[in-house]
């Protein structure tokens, strides 16, 4: 019955509003197309947003396969090549050590992105829980579970992240965890306004009455209604999970060296800040970019969400 | 309107009552102990080289050694008293260490909050208002930059530009209204973004509501509408989120006093999470949680000022 559905993330955005169970398939095919089209044009109406899709792709390239991009050992030192600026050869110039910082900063987005993306998937994953055992569930539950997001809204993102790292101890994956545990109230918060959207819906009512049985309501009926404002959500949070990453990675909390991470690299480059300019300014210009495509391609999402 | 404020001051206490009994249950929930977790990780130092006794003696000089219930009653007690111990690597009532460095992080937080608030709401309108469009979208444009560039790698590009090369202002330091500038304002750009967007967009809804309508075409003019009764509605969501953005500002102090070597309670939380030392935690996210709950119950308390129709919503409620 969603196999029309499952054709895409982006399109399960708009099947938001349009429900299968009671449109004949036929129709849905019909609006799935104009769905495209209207993606399409959405695309032209929006150079912005192009760049911001073709910057996510390059920079998910630079994750898979950071080799392909870059010849430069992102590791080993080349004393005689040291704090160079950039030029053809060295693109974003060289570090202290003479390391190709364009190379470091290639190497080092699986590291900022793979934390990132588990942040927000643990977010994700965490606030769904909450969200739809208080939405479904209500009563004790929902009080509880929404004086659980209470409490993790009262303290400041980063401070709770920064918290958490300190008991967790230092590292890649503890920061992900942290940034993640920051996120869960947003996402709890979403989810249980749209379980309780659907819960007044006739089509619930009617799986209700027909004896299907809670999970299965669940699975079949509100995950999938529920995905558009979760997408985009989801497409804002990693911005600001990427924000967050590559500020813990800042203070020193994240990966250790050598191994290139891009805010520990905009770290390294403070030492030589009135010197070597560029060992700050395009780590952080590369951070910058990543977040504003994902900020950029969450408002799209929003904006095509609320027009289907 | 009483009864709704005791509701709120119940609320606000059960959400730090929640936030101290969370923060002591995971200190001492997690594998490890909080002594050997001192030992272990704080400055390098070699487990090996101390002995069962010392530990045991530093165990009890904490108050660790008690029965696990009696100890959090103990930090409840205190906690309510504002006491939260000695800080585990100075020796230093906690208390008294985020007193002395207060005075220079909330002069920034208020200097970089007047900064936000100054910019955003400047951006918000001229994304709304201005005559031409190309010019709307540059500064609907800059409100997403600014809640996308990391405040660390702004406050850097501040130091290069206006520090290094302009000599204008100093790159680091606590001394004086110049050297508070820069730390400002790179600890506003976020902050300002994010009030923008949410500004503008109310604004924009504001604007397609009837009573608009109405005011037009009773003959009110363009200015007299956007600030009588645009901006006015469209203030009440934007009010909500002073609570996060006045968190969010210590927060970001953090990493911008670090940057420009500022002695507050960012750099204290910074310095606090290096050497694990958890009282000093704890007390930060007890005070940063009791500030939220506090700013909430002041927005709370000014909204039917600025919005008559709420006052008559929590009366009824």
Redesign the interface.
Known sequence: MFDTQSTSATQNAHAAVVDPTVLPAQEVEYSAGRRVRRWVAELVRQP?LVLSLLWVLLVIAWAAAPTVFTSYDPIAANAAHSLRGPSGTYWFGTDNLGRDLYSRVVFGTRQSMQASVVAVGLSLALGAILGMAAGYLGRWVDDLAM??V??L????????S??V?????FGVTNVALAVGVAGIPGFARIIRAEVLRIKSSTYFDAAQASGTRTLAILVRHVVPNATGPVLVLAALEL?GAV?SV??LS????GSTPPAPEW?SL?SQ??DY??TA?WL??FP??V??LT??AA??IG?ALERTGVEA | MRGYVVRRLVHGAFVLWAAVTLSFAVLHLVPGDPVSIMLGQGEGADVSNVSAAQVEALRASLGLDRPLPLQYLSYLWNAVHLDFGQSYSTGEPVTTMIARALPATVSLALLSLLIAVATGVGAAIAATLLPWAPARSLFLSTTVVGVSVPSFWIAILLIQLLSFRLGWFPAVGNDGLTSLVLPAVSLAIPTAGVLAQVLGKSIRTALGEPYILTARAKGAGRLRILLRHAIRNASIPTMTMIGMMVGGVLAGATITETIFARQGVGRITVDAINAHDFPVIQALVFFAGGLYVLVNLVVDLVYPKVDPRIVVRTAMA
């Open positions: 912005g004086r659980v209470d409490v809204i009262a303290i400041p993102g980063l401070l709770l920064m918290a790292v300190s008991i967790l101890g911005g924000l590559s500020a800042f203070l020193g909390y805010g905009v480059g403070r800040m009135g300019w700050t300014t952080g210009l951070v910058a977040v504003l900020n950029r408002r």
